[in-house]
């Protein structure tokens, strides 16, 4: 299964009928003087090379914004799709080298490939996101202003030294963004939600909304599927964890992946999913399509926003109501957050057991008051009993993944839904993290344990062929 003077003065005599030169002092001697003021002048020099450094930068990104203009005017636009990106490149080397011996300006090599592939990412790519979108260390990419722009690696927050030149600039980008997949965004619908080329999911809210300029995130697309021996090796959980998990996702549990925003939630789905048995015809229903099921009978469906019109909007309950009438063995919502809860809930209830989706909650208790709520918002008038009824009917398995203070990202929790005790839903929790402590450099310790309670599904799992040994059951420490 599954970080590291001696000085020598050399002394001349006086002539022999002059009188003796006056001895100066340290403090008029020109030679002291001028060994007094050696240091100054250096620091000025510093300064001075900063600044015209400084002035460089600022009048090559001046060229640079003068040359992207000269490129959209000079080149063939029409033509760009068919054109090689050894083509394009040439041509804009071309245009580049024009340009400069027009103004005067002198690159060395380095400058002008690093200006040349600049341009280039301003005409194909995404301008000055480009860098940090093909960076595999980030994982997110978020955009504060024209001139700030966070990346997170390994779970943690950094300010990048990549800037756009000005709010025109970002706005260019974000139009070019969502054009190409026919949504828009301006004064009257200030905020979008898309999906770039390579599956990254992409969101901007821009002025007035977004006060200082505006607002982008990106979640990068990660080609390489992380498996549940990746997510094992890593220390997301145990193997023990990781069994008891392949025997409820093959016995067609219905499970609900509870997270806090970057957590890993969709990552635990995924990975989830490749337990399913490749026989089965799978519908996944998303607002961005991000999902990587690895079986080969995959439908998917993703929601559309309201066109220019207001009209033409396709909802994730519009597409609910419409996988269940496709013949579905399993139905997988990448996000439950609206009204469709309903719909999903009944679908678990009504014969397409191991249905999988993905909420955001702070614990699995946490997750079945959301889910209460979200009824309750979808304007369903229902007794509370009965609401809560068709909760602990419909929902089987509650998984709880937690991003920790140290940027690590932990399965916290597997909580099993046994019932009902009156007008409460009954809970037992079958694995936990447990925290112990904290190093010096800020690292979570702790490791995963079984609660020692038996699964409430363990026949269920013997008569489906997985008889899960007690020892899985068993308080452990996480290390082994």
Not at 25 to 51: F, G, I, W, Y
Not at 273 to 283: C, G, K, P, Q, T
Not at 313 to 337: F, W
Request: hydrophobic residues 35%; proline residues 5%; glycine residues 6%.
């Amino acid at each position: 299964m599954f970080s590291r003077y001696k000085k020598s003065a050399v002394e001349i005599a006086p002539p022999a009928n002059k009188p003796e030169p006056k001895v100066e002092t340290p403090a008029n001697s020109p030679n002291a003087t001028k060994s007094l003021r050696k240091v100054p002048p250096k620091k000025a020099a510093t300064a001075e090379m900063a600044d015209k450094d400084k002035k460089r930068k600022e009048r090559l990104s001046d060229i640079k914004l003068e040359l992207h203009r000269a490129l959209l005017d000079n080149l063939n636009l029409a033509a760009l799709d068919q054109a090689t990106e050894a083509q394009l490149k040439e041509e804009i080397s071309a245009i580049t080298t024009e340009s400069l011996q027009e103004k005067g300006m002198v690159l060395n090599r380095e400058e002008r490939q690093a200006l040349n592939q600049e341009l280039y990412d301003e005409v194909k790519g995404l301008g000055p996101l480009e860098t940090l979108l093909k960076d595999e260390t980030v994982s997110d990419i978020l955009v504060n202003g024209p001139h700030q722009i966070f990346v997170e690696r390994s779970g943690k927050l950094q300010l990048s030294d990549v800037t756009f030149k000005d709010e025109k600039h970002l706005m260019r980008i974000i139009d070019k963004i969502v054009s190409a997949v026919g949504r828009r965004v301006d004064e009257s619908n200030p905020y979008v939600d898309a999906r770039l080329q390579d599956g990254s999911r992409f969101n901007a809210m821009v002025p007035p909304i977004a006060v200082d300029g505006s607002l982008v995130s990106i979640r990068k697309f990660k080609t390489d599927k992380l498996s549940i021996d990746d997510l094992v090796a890593f220390g997301a959980f145990t193997e023990e964890m990781a069994v008891y998990l392949q025997a409820a996702v093959a016995t067609r549990l219905n499970i609900i992946v509870s997270g806090g925003t970057g957590s890993g939630k969709t990552t635990t789905l995924n990975a989830l999913s490749s337990f399913i048995d490749d026989s089965e015809r799978i519908l996944t229903i998303e607002d961005t399509a991000e999902l990587q099921l690895q079986q080969t009978h995959v439908g998917r469906m993703e929601s559309r926003p309201p066109n220019v019109e207001g009209k033409g909007a396709v909802t994730p309950r519009d597409c609910l109501k419409n996988a269940l009438r496709m013949r579905p063995d399993r139905i997988i919502v990448g996000e439950t957050r609206g009204e469709e809860v309903i719909d999903m809930l009944q679908a678990m209830n009504t014969g397409h057991d191991g249905s999988m989706t993905t909420i955001h909650a702070n614990s699995a208790r946490d997750g079945v008051s959301r889910l209460e709520n979200m009824i309750a918002m979808a304007g369903i008038e229902m007794p509370l009993k009965a609401m809560r009824s068709q909760i602990s009917s419909a929902v089987n398995l509650i998984v709880q993944a937690s991003r920790l203070q140290d940027g690590s990202r932990r399965m916290t929790s597997i909580t099993e839904i046994t019932g009902m005790e009156g007008e409460v839903i009954s809970m037992q929790e079958i694995f936990r993290f447990q925290r112990v402590g904290l190093t010096p450099e800020n690292k979570i310790i702790g490791h995963f344990t079984a609660t020692g309670v038996r699964s409430n599904y363990a026949e269920r799992f013997k008569m489906w062929g997985y008889d899960l040994p007690p020892s899985i059951y068993e308080p452990f420490n996480g290390n082994h």
